[in-house]
C-alpha cells in the first residue's frame, strides 16, 4: 500500500484540480478556543449552571486559551495498519491554520481523515448529526472544553468549525483600522453570518462546504479554502455563537463557557503575543475598546439562551462530565450504534438478491472478437508486465469511447473544401475522477478521447480490522456540479469503494444522472448493489463477472490489477487469493 502514499503526493500535480483534501477537523476565530457542530429534531435540555467541579481526567491541552486549530491531532480507526505501511490519518481544521494530528489524553485516535461510510446500502445518509454550540468570551476556554468533549466522546469522527472562519474581509480603509488595532473584530458586523449558517446547514445535510481559512496576521482569508463535510458530531464555536437566530435553530446543545475576565485577558495576551505577532500595548488597547464591551453587550447576554453554563471552563470537570451524559443520550436517541460496522452492509452486497437480469442503466461493451482476445491477454496470469499494460490501454480506449456515446451532442453545420457538412459536437463537459490507485490507470485513454479532461483523484482503502472502505483524500476540480463525471476504477467486486465515490460526488452537487461508473471488469453483486443505490447512475464495463469468493475477490477476475500494473509485487504467493493483494474493490 505504500504505492497508494506516493500515488497521492504525486496527484498533486494533476491539472485544473481546485479542491485538496487530506480530510482532517476544524476550528479558529478572533476571539475563540473552540467548535461545535448542530443537528435538528432533539429534546430540548434544560438550562442548567454548575458550580462544582472532580478531578475526572486529565485533558493534554497547552491551553485554554488555544484554538483547535492547534490541538494536535493524530487519527485512525482501530490503529489498523495497511500492510505495507500504516497512513496517518488527519484532521481538517477550519480557521486560520490547520495542525495534521490529534491524540486524546488516553492515547485513543480521533479523525476525520479515514472517514468511514456515513450511509446505508441504499446510499442514503446512516443517521443524522448532533450540533453541539459552544459560545464564550475571548480567550474563555472553549476550544479546551471542545477539545475535553472529543477527548471523552470516544466517537470515531468529529468535524469542528470555527466561527473564526468566517470574519468578513476588510477594505482597504478597514486594513488601515486594523493594522493600527483599531478595527472591532468583537462586534457582529464583523462576521458574515450568511456564510456561516449556509455552512452550517450544508455540514447538517452531509454535504462538502468550502470553509474560509482567516489569516490574523494579514486580517485576510487565504487563496485556499479548507473542504470539511458533516459527521456523527458537528462542534461549532465561537464568541458570537449564539448571536444569531438563525444558526441558533440549528443548535442541538448551547453550552456556554463562563470564565473569569482577569483569567480571559491574560491567556489574550500570551495569544495575540505568541501567536498572531501582536505587541502588549495594541493588545490592552483593543482589548480596552473593544473586546471588553463586546463582551457586556453581545456575548454575556447569550448566557440567557444557553443549555448548560460551564465556569471555569475547561477545568470543570463536572460540567464536562454532565454535556458527555447529554450527548451520549441524544446520539443514542438518533440511533447512533457505534458498534456496528460496515462490514455487515458488505455481506448484504456481496450476496445481493436481485433478478437475473442485469440494470437498465448498465452499459456492457459489445464482446467482439477482439476484446474477447484482449480480456484473454489480461486475465491470463502469465502474461509480461509490459503486455498486460498494452493489451490494458487498449481495452481502456474502447471503454471510455464507448462511454463518449452516451454525452450529449448538437448539430452543427461545418465548411468543407467543397461545401457544408451537417455534423456533431459535444455539448457536455466532462471531467475524469479516479480512485487511487488502479483507477488511475484509465487517465491516459481519458485524455487520449477527452481534450484538455479536468482530473481529480479519490483514495479510498479497505480497513483490514473492520473491513470498512474508509475514505483518506480527494483532489476533485472546481464547480464539480456542472460537469458529467467519468468515475473511474480498474474493478467493482462488491461495489463498496464506488458506492463512497458515488456519495462523495453527490455531496459535491453533482447530479446523479451526471455520473458515470467506468470499470474493465464488474461483478454481478456490485452491479446490482450500485443500480439499488443510485438508479441513475451509468455503470459501463468492458466484462461482467458472476462471483465473489469469501474474501470479496472476482471470480474469475483478473487479480490485483494495481499490483500487475505498476508492478508491486503482491505480499506473498503462497496462495492464489493473495495475487489478489489486498486493496481490491
Not at 470516544?154 to 476588510?170: A, G, N
Not at 448551547?254 to 480571559?264: A, C, G, L
Request: proline share 4%; with cysteine; aromatic share 8%.
Amino acid at each position: 500500500m505504500s504505492s497508494n502514499s506516493t500515488t497521492t503526493t504525486d496527484s498533486a500535480a494533476s491539472d485544473g484540480i481546485a479542491k485538496e483534501e487530506v480530510l482532517q477537523p476544524h476550528s479558529g476565530s478572533e476571539d475563540s478556543d473552540d467548535s461545535a457542530g448542530d443537528l435538528p429534531g432533539l429534546n430540548e435540555p434544560k438550562r442548567v449552571k454548575i458550580l462544582g467541579d472532580s478531578g475526572l481526567i486529565h485533558a493534554s491541552c497547552t491551553s485554554s486559551g488555544s484554538s483547535v486549530n492547534e490541538l494536535s491531532c493524530r487519527s485512525g480507526s482501530g490503529d489498523s495498519p495497511t500492510p505495507r505501511t500504516s497512513l496517518n490519518r488527519n484532521r481538517t481544521i477550519s480557521g486560520s491554520k490547520s495542525e495534521d494530528q490529534m491524540t486524546t489524553s488516553d492515547g485513543r485516535k480521533v479523525y476525520t481523515k479515514g472517514r468511514p461510510p456515513w450511509y446505508d446500502r441504499s446510499g442514503k445518509r446512516l443517521k443524522k448529526p448532533y450540533l453541539i454550540g459552544i459560545c464564550g468570551g475571548s480567550a474563555s476556554g472553549k476550544t479546551t472544553v471542545a477539545k475535553k468533549i472529543i477527548d471523552r466522546l470516544e466517537m470515531p469522527w468529529v468535524t469542528v468549525l470555527s466561527m473564526d472562519s468566517f470574519y468578513k474581509v476588510l477594505s482597504h480603509e478597514e486594513h488601515e483600522l486594523a493594522a493600527e488595532n483599531k478595527y472591532n473584530f468583537d462586534h457582529p458586523d464583523a462576521f458574515d453570518f450568511a456564510a456561516l449558517h449556509e455552512v452550517l446547514s450544508r455540514l447538517r445535510q452531509g454535504k462538502s462546504v468550502e470553509v474560509p481559512v482567516y489569516d490574523f496576521a494579514t486580517h485576510s482569508r487565504d487563496k485556499n479554502p479548507k473542504v470539511m463535510y458533516g459527521a456523527d458530531v458537528l462542534i461549532f464555536e465561537g464568541i458570537l455563537a449564539f448571536h444569531n437566530a438563525e444558526i441558533n435553530k440549528l443548535i442541538d446543545l448551547k453550552i456556554f463557557v463562563d470564565t473569569d475576565s482577569d483569567t480571559r485577558l491574560a491567556r489574550r495576551l500570551q495569544r495575540d503575543i505568541e501567536e498572531r505577532g501582536r505587541d502588549i500595548a495594541g493588545v490592552l488597547q483593543q482589548y480596552k475598546e473593544f473586546v471588553k464591551p463586546a463582551f457586556d453587550s453581545f456575548i454575556a447576554p447569550c448566557m440567557k439562551i444557553a443549555d448548560i453554563i460551564v465556569p471555569r471552563g475547561g477545568d470543570n470537570y463536572v460540567a464536562i462530565d454532565l454535556i458527555l451524559r447529554q450527548i451520549t443520550q441524544q446520539l443514542a436517541e438518533r440511533g447512533y450504534d457505534a458498534s456496528k460496522s460496515f462490514f455487515h452492509q458488505r455481506q448484504e452486497m456481496s450476496h445481493f438478491e436481485a433478478s437475473e437480469e442485469l440494470p437498465e442503466n448498465l452499459v456492457v461493451v459489445k464482446e467482439t472478437p477482439q476484446v474477447k482476445g484482449l480480456h484473454t491477454f489480461i486475465r491470463n496470469r502469465d502474461t509480461y508486465r509490459d503486455e498486460f499494460i498494452f493489451y490494458s490501454e487498449r481495452l481502456m480506449r474502447i471503454l471510455v469511447e464507448t462511454a463518449m456515446t452516451h454525452m450529449t451532442y448538437e448539430k452543427v453545420s461545418v465548411e468543407t473544401s467543397s461545401g457544408p457538412y451537417e455534423g456533431c459536437r459535444l455539448v457536455d463537459e466532462i471531467c475524469g475522477i479516479a480512485i487511487m490507485r488502479a483507477g488511475e490507470t484509465l487517465e491516459k485513454s481519458v485524455r487520449s478521447v477527452v481534450k484538455d479532461c479536468k482530473m481529480g483523484k479519490i483514495l479510498i482503502q479497505t480497513n483490514q480490522k473492520t473491513m470498512e472502505p474508509e475514505l483518506y483524500y480527494l483532489r476533485l476540480p472546481k464547480n464539480m456540479e456542472r460537469f458529467k463525471v467519468l468515475l473511474l476504477d480498474a474493478t467493482v467486486a462488491t461495489g463498496a469503494a464506488a458506492m463512497m465515490a458515488i456519495r462523495i460526488l453527490l455531496d459535491h452537487d453533482v447530479k446523479e444522472e451526471n455520473i458515470f461508473v467506468m470499470s474493465l471488469i464488474m461483478a454481478t453483486s456490485g452491479i446490482h448493489s450500485l443500480a439499488y443505490a443510485f438508479p441513475k447512475v451509468k455503470l459501463l464495463t468492458s466484462a461482467v463477472d458472476e462471483h465473489l469468493n469469501e474474501s470479496y475477490h472476482i471470480i474469475p477476475g483478473i487479480g490485483n490489477f494495481g499490483d500487475r500494473y505498476f508492478g508491486t509485487d503482491p505480499l506473498s504467493d503462497s496462495s492464489e487469493d493473495e495475487d489478489f493483494g489486498p486493496n481490491y474493490r
